[in-house]
């Protein structure tokens, strides 16, 4: 459905402002609606009918589905648009390991402690992987049971069962139940019954089939039954030609979702799990070079829609694209990652200190400061409006030039801070060396590429 | 049938129908695999599932991108050994149910007209070449099957060797001399410079139908555009990430006499972690506004893909983030897999992993027409299935 606007939102609310949503009046409830502060359910004046005909409008074109328990609970798709241009994509695809039962335990422990101890820290937020996929490989009910005990002692976060045999996803639900697992997968042999396993347990599951007819159908059959939390997994090609079929397949099921059919109105994930059919680890190379195709299958389909997303590699370096590509990708294209454009002090500066030059690209800020204070320096980082933009950016876009450069400088009157003239500026914006010397009248200096080499360069250069 | 030999005919087979069976003993018990189990389940006659008939979201659109022909051999005037062509596309990128359609992007390998800094594992693909860009242009068209090459002119700007125009020009005639395929000219980003040093090499160039790269508002863009116009070359629009500027910039150029099929826009390519959401965007936006009839952005688009090694990630030492050899190359390739899902029909890039990668997606994503209406199913070799089981 398409995106309504508050005020349309707010058609659907009894209008009588009695603030028992905290809310002082229902157009301020309305809003929140829409940024997805409130849930309907938040409003104790609608009654069964009224909340149904509110949740229905305001249920979005790719429905979000919930699984997870506490503070591990994961929600996925909530998606209204193709490009994220027209909004912004909401539901931050989540990543999976992949561990399967056949496994030996020192395999399963390495993968699982993988999953739960990645981190990486960019632009003040933590970068994390969010689940362990377990799959029953070996068909053997207890194998698998006891793989996913093992799995969830060593791991707190979301989990998804693997199999397309429903006695062993209701062993394997029945270990974890309370961490509300998700269940994976129904086809069309089996969906009553893995239907059955996700009501009793309350548990989202995944809807398996290749042939997109097949997969609405069984989306439908439960919807009919009243069960709508539902992930779509449409199958994929990874190799090849295949890639262009699966990001066709991906591209064709989120537009119908965006323009309302609703039997594809659900998230849609994909395993990147099946490239590694017939690898049977003897070298090196050839992993590293099936890690290397994973991760652009999966890059690709991360930017194509899939809303989440289960990985056999647990190479670091393959997966770092990923999660900051995801970190991108979901980045509310209205908001500029940046910060206030000031002068800062690093350490403790005095009056000979340096003063450094950068931009308010968040990036470019928490690197250079970063690097700054690792190698204790102590010196002014003057952080110029640049729109946040990264230096070569800013400088190709001239939103770093001369004019900038001196209304930052007599704005944070570092002048009087400073008994000299010197001015570093980042060794990206060189070519600007002449201009800014000209505007400033003060002596410029070229600094290094990057910031990590900025404190031998001042060493060096005695400064 | 003796139970025991049953028994082990059950232990070998991954399905079983039993035919015409009948039960003698009193009390009889299968354990079947899981797998045999799930497909016994299947045989239960089921309820047919509700209808639902899958129509492919197909848009219209209005108008198709330009094309672009990549250098001139002999018919053309030129001295080249091919013609590339880029553009054309009539649908999104990739959207093959729309009936999306074009030429194959192209890779462009970068050199450039002095040693730069670089990663020494990246330096030693190219190891003593890097000192002449002639021998730098022979190893990416003999060693690495280069398509084209740019050559960037980086030392001309006066901050770093104020190579003359003369000089650089120079440079310009060994490498045109040296290799026989397409030759994109990129200048310095100095924008005092670059006006002069590419019209000069637009008259060097004549006949060759080169790309002169880049040109902006903040620099004399008329005086290169006419000298592309008066020599037959194309040009490359730089615009960081702003489609209202670029359509302003092109509709300038196309004032001054460009037409659009010698026209190619850059809305500069963030690697990732480094902007790349911008570039997407702004990127996506320009092709949708050109498939739908807006003139001055119906041009193919350029990516200058090796910005990626700006990111830290790309080169940096840091152990924890796992061997660079591998992970540089993937930052790169990961960068151009996102410009190539946003339209980019041409690519600068700069390392041979990379570039091979990026090339064998091309190959792959551009079958003509893998997907006749996104409703044709292969199953006869689809393993999706089975990634439970590997």
């Given at each position: 459905m398409a995106r309504l606007t508050a005020l349309q939102l707010y058609k659907y609310l009894p209008a009588k402002n009695c603030g028992r949503c905290d809310e002082a009046t229902c157009m301020a409830f309305a809003i929140r609606l829409l940024e997805r502060e409130k849930k309907a359910v938040d409003c104790p004046e609608l009654t069964d009918n009224g909340l149904e005909r509110l949740e229905d409008a305001i249920t979005p074109s790719v429905r979000d589905v919930e699984f997870g328990a506490g503070e591990n609970k994961i929600t996925v798709g909530g998606e209204e648009v193709i490009c994220r241009h027209e909004l912004r994509f909401f539901g931050s695809t989540p990543f999976f390991i992949d561990v399967s039962d056949l496994m030996d335990e020192k395999e399963i422990i390495k993968r699982t402690k993988f999953a739960q101890e990645f981190e990486v820290e960019r632009i003040g937020q933590i970068l994390k992987l969010q689940g362990v996929s377990i799959r029953c490989a070996s068909g053997d009910s207890k194998k698998f049971s006891e793989t996913v005990s093992k799995v969830a002692k060593d791991f707190s976060g979301a989990l998804i069962l693997c199999s397309f045999d429903p006695s062993i996803l209701r062993a394997g639900v029945e270990i974890v139940k309370e961490r509300k697992p998700l269940l994976y997968a129904a086809n069309k042999e089996n969906y009553t019954e893995v239907l059955e396993i996700a009501q009793e347990y309350g548990t989202p599951l995944v809807v398996y089939s290749d042939k997109i007819d097949e997969l609405g159908s069984i989306a439908k059959e439960m919807s009919s039954r009243n069960f709508k939390d539902i992930i779509l997994d449409p199958g994929a090609e990874l190799r090849g030609s295949g890639l262009a079929k699966t990001l066709n397949k991906f591209t064709m099921l989120r537009k119908s979702a965006v323009k309302g059919v609703k039997e594809l109105g659900y998230p849609l994930m994909c395993s990147t799990v099946s490239l590694w059919m017939g690898f049977k680890g003897s070298s090196e190379g050839e992993r590293m070079s099936l890690a290397y195709t994973e991760s652009t299958a999966a890059s690709m389909l991360l930017d194509r829609f899939a809303s989440l997303l289960v990985l056999h590699s647990i190479d670091v370096w393959a997966i770092l694209p990923l999660v900051t590509l995801r970190q991108n990708i979901y980045t509310?294209?209205?908001?500029?990652?940046s910060v206030e454009a000031k002068l800062y002090e690093i350490g403790t500066p005095d009056e000979s200190s340096p003063v450094i030059i950068t931009t308010n690209f968040a990036l470019t800020y928490f690197n250079v400061s970063g690097d700054l204070d690792n190698a204790k320096v102590s010196c002014y980082l003057l952080v110029i409006d640049t729109e946040g933009l990264a230096v070569t950016v800013s400088v190709a876009a001239e939103k770093m030039n001369a004019s900038t450069i001196n209304a930052a400088l007599k704005e944070s009157d570092v002048e009087n801070k400073v008994k000299h003239h010197k001015l570093i500026i980042p060794g990206a914006a060189a070519r600007l060396k002449d201009e800014f010397e000209d505007e400033t009248g003060w002596e410029i200096i070229v600094g290094p590429n990057d910031s990590s080499q900025l404190s031998n360069f001042l060493i060096k250069e005695n400064l | 049938m003796d139970v025991e030999k049953l028994r082990k005919l059950l232990g070998d087979a991954d399905e079983i129908e039993i035919e015409d069976f009948e039960l003698e003993s009193e009390k009889i018990e299968f354990i079947l695999r899981s797998q045999i189990a799930a497909n016994a389940v299947s045989r239960k006659p089921k309820a047919p599932l509700p209808g639902f008939r899958f129509t492919p979201p197909v848009d219209k659109y209005d108008s198709k991108i330009s094309e672009v022909t990549l250098g001139a051999t002999k018919a053309g005037g030129g001295t080249r050994d091919r013609e590339l062509r880029i553009g054309g596309a009539n649908a999104p990128p990739f959207y093959y149910f729309e009936n999306y359609c074009t030429n194959n992007p192209v890779i462009s390998h970068d050199i450039f007209d002095m040693p730069i800094s670089l990663p020494g594992h990246v330096k030693k693909y190219f190891g003593d070449a890097m000192e002449d860009p002639a021998d730098w242009a022979k190893l990416r068209v003999k060693k690495f099957n280069a398509e084209m090459i740019t050559l960037h002119l980086v030392s001309t700007d006066p901050n770093v060797k104020d190579t003359s125009v003369n000089e650089a020009c120079k440079t310009i005639e060994d490498v045109l001399q040296a290799v026989k395929v397409p030759l994109i000219i990129g200048g310095s980003g100095n924008p005092k410079k670059d006006p002069e040093l590419l019209s000069k090499a637009a008259e060097v160039c004549s006949g060759e139908k080169v790309i002169l790269s880049t040109v902006d508002p903040d620099m004399d863009y008329k005086m290169v555009a006419k000298a592309a116009a008066e020599y037959n070359h194309s040009l490359i629009s730089l615009i960081s990430m702003n489609p209202d500027e670029m359509r302003r910039l092109n509709k300038n150029l196309m004032k001054t006499g460009m037409k659009p099929e010698n026209m190619i826009m850059d809305l500069f390519t963030g690697g990732v972690g480094y902007g790349i959401e911008y570039t997407i965007s702004a990127m996506e936006r320009c092709r949708l506004a050109g498939l739908k009839g807006d003139k001055y952005l119906a041009l193919p688009m350029a990516s200058a893909t090796s910005n990626a090694w700006s990111a830290r990630e790309a080169w940096s030492h840091d152990d924890k983030l796992g061997p660079r050899e591998w992970r540089g190359p993937l930052w790169e390739s990961t960068t151009a897999a996102m410009a190539l899902l946003s339209g980019a029909d041409l690519f600068m890039m700069l390392h041979p992993t990379s570039i091979k990668i990026i090339e064998s997606l091309i190959e792959s994503l551009s079958v003509s027409k893998p997907v006749d209406s996104g409703l044709e199913e292969n199953n006869t070799n689809n393993t999706y299935t089975q990634w439970i089981n590997v």
């Open positions: 509310d294209p209205k908001i500029e990652p | -």
